[in-house]
């Protein structure tokens, strides 16, 4: 039987439905999270709730709920343990993507983010597709479910921000998926969100981040310093890769007393999900995939440092993220600085 119709003959007993999105989420998960309540509504389930950890800071991803009109609710506003089903999309483990404890365990699984196996009682992870999107959309075919505009065009913009334009490793279903939902889009909602504003906070991130870099020789790291925005750490990491000759970046900053990893490579000798890990994995969570990957560190105690007199803590932080991360890499002590 195919995944699609095991999803649906599961979601028939089900009567409340939480699904989760990662912390601080992004079109992928939202989108996927939208659609898989479409087809919780097409299975009758009764009620439906979307919630998520963490803030929304990405200038874009503030448009994509606001246009699309997504509902959401704050996690620590839901009790998740009180529905009768609880659904990851675009992550699978409690305690790592998310701030829910890791004790939770949930009973739907659609991603396709490489992990531990998780076992619950569905489980769709496809580590060989670029984007969660792609795969409700396969979804929506096989139960021949119509597409809205507004669903259609979440989950086209997903498609193309998950695999950054198309650019970064798509596989050939995620084109598949865009051309299938391309009709029932709103471009121009498209074309709206492309053009969204970046935040102070996220200039000012970028800024950092440049007067910051460390290089060595096609790779760089960079601080952002403390930001309220942890969505402006992977835009930082973007704006880098752009420098003539750098081909795989590191970007980290202090987020509400953790220090958040951002990672990005071109390189296709490079994993950069398993070169966080390398070089981070035994201080805290880090991962992901070929092109990206990210990590979270917690501060702990030093966290009420940064109440204080942030700068030498700072300055601690980055020495050590540096040094761990020129090191997974086997690159020298030799620093490149402000070409």
């Known amino acids: 039987m195919p995944r699609a119709a095991d999803l649906a003959e ?52 503030r448009a994509f709920v606001t246009l699309l009109d997504i509902d959401l609710e704050p996690l620590e506003e839901v009790d998740v343990s009180a529905y009768d089903a609880v659904a990851f999309v675009d992550h699978s483990a409690s305690g790592s993507n ?67 334009d198309f650019v970064r490793e798509p596989t050939r279903r995620e084109y598949e998926a865009a051309l299938t ?59 880098l890769l752009n420098i003539e000759g750098v081909d795989t970046v590191l970007t980290y900053g202090v987020v509400n007393g953790s220090i958040r990893l951002s990672g990005r490579s071109i390189d296709p000798r490079i994993h950069i999900g398993s070169t966080l890990s390398d070089a981070y994995g035994d201080l805290g969570s880090a991962g992901g995939h070929h092109d990206m990957a990210g990590g979270r560190i917690e501060l702990g105690l030093f966290a009420d440092d940064m109440d204080e007199d942030s700068e030498p803590l700072l300055a601690f932080v980055g020495t050590r993220i540096t040094r761990r991360f020129f090191k997974a890499l086997n690159l020298g002590n030799r620093t490149e600085t402000g070409e």
Do not use: M, W
Not at 139 to 163: G, N, Q, V, W
């Open 98 to 164: 998310t701030s829910l404890t890791p004790e939770l365990e949930p009973d739907i699984i659609v991603d396709h983010h490489p992990g531990k196996p998780i076992d619950a009682d569905f489980v769709d992870v496809r580590t060989d597709y670029g984007a969660t999107a792609t795969i409700f959309v396969e979804y929506f075919e096989t139960l021949d479910i119509p597409l809205s505009e507004t669903l259609a065009s979440a989950l086209l913009f997903a498609l193309h921000r998950e695999r950054l």
């Open 181 to 239: 939902v391309y009709e029932k889009a709103n471009l121009e909602t498209l074309e709206q969100l492309y053009g969204s504003a970046f935040s102070p906070a996220t200039i000012d991130a970028i800024g950092r981040a440049i007067t910051s870099r460390d290089r060595r020789g096609s790779a760089v790291v960079a601080g952002v310093g403390r930001t309220v925005e942890t969505d402006a750490l992977p835009q930082a990491a973007d704006y």
């Open 10 to 61: 599961y979601l028939t007993d089900c009567d409340e439905l939480a699904i989760v999105c990662h912390d601080n989420p992004d079109p992928d998960t939202l989108a996927s999270a939208v659609a898989l309540e479409r087809v919780a509504r097409e299975q009758e389930v009764s009620a439906t709730t979307i919630t998520y950890g963490g803030d929304i800071s990405h200038q874009q991803n």
